[in-house]
Structures are given as structure tokens and as C-alpha cells.
């Protein structure tokens, strides 16, 4: 069984960036498809961006296309997500989970953890 671990979080200005990272143990890194997925205050988790386990395919949500970027580094079983030109609707609880199928519905994501926050302010 997995056990995923966000970091990265905190509270910054509109257009900063942040990086969060995602440790993965207890589990095969190496095989799973990492995504990211947030969550704002009284609204349902959406998803953010995805990656294939060799990182040949990557996906992101059109809300963050050309700000944010998906990498992993597989000899780190860590999964980042670089956050550049922040924005107050950026802000949220931001959540990494595995998969064996590269998918962008949280639905086929089996680990999950437990969150870390983002909170933009303009």
C-alpha cells in the first residue's frame, strides 16, 4: 500500500509561484501514473494535471495550462507540480494521488494524500 505525502503549500501574492512536491512510499513509484487534483473551499475536487510513469504523457486542466507544470523524478519516488503566475482562484488544498492507469478522473486513483494548502491573495 502506498502512503503519499504533500509539501510545498502556503500563502503567497498574485502572480508568485510555489512548487509542491508528492513522496511516494510503500508502493512501486516507478509504475504509477501521479496526479494532482485540488480542492477549493465548498466546491468538489478538480482535477489539475497528470503524468504517465515514464512522463512521456502529461495532461493539465485548461484553468492552469501554460502556469503550471507536472514533473517527476522516479529515483526520488516524488511527483512535482511548479506553480508560476498564481492567482486568487488558484487557491486550494492541493492533493497528489497514484494510479496504474494515466487518467484524469480522480475516480481511477486508488492512494491519495492528505493535502497541502495554497492560498493566493490578489
Known amino acids: 500500500q502506498a502512503h503519499l505525502e504533500e509539501s510545498g503549500g502556503g500563502s503567497v501574492q498574485a502572480g508568485d509561484s510555489l512548487t509542491l512536491s508528492c513522496v511516494v512510499s510503500g508502493g512501486m513509484f516507478s509504475r504509477y501514473a501521479m496526479g494532482w487534483f485540488r480542492q477549493a473551499s465548498g466546491t468538489e475536487r478538480e482535477f489539475v494535471s497528470t503524468?504517465?510513469?515514464?512522463?512521456?504523457?502529461?495532461k493539465y486542466a485548461d484553468s492552469v495550462k501554460g502556469r503550471f507544470t507536472t514533473y517527476r523524478d522516479n529515483d526520488k519516488n516524488t511527483v512535482y507540480l511548479q506553480m508560476n503566475n498564481l492567482q486568487p482562484e488558484d487557491t486550494a488544498v492541493y492533493y497528489c494521488a497514484s494510479t496504474l492507469l494515466w487518467s484524469d478522473s480522480e475516480k481511477e486513483y486508488d492512494y491519495w494524500g492528505q493535502g497541502t494548502k495554497v492560498t493566493v491573495s490578489s
Open positions: 503524468i504517465s510513469w515514464s512522463s512521456a504523457s502529461i
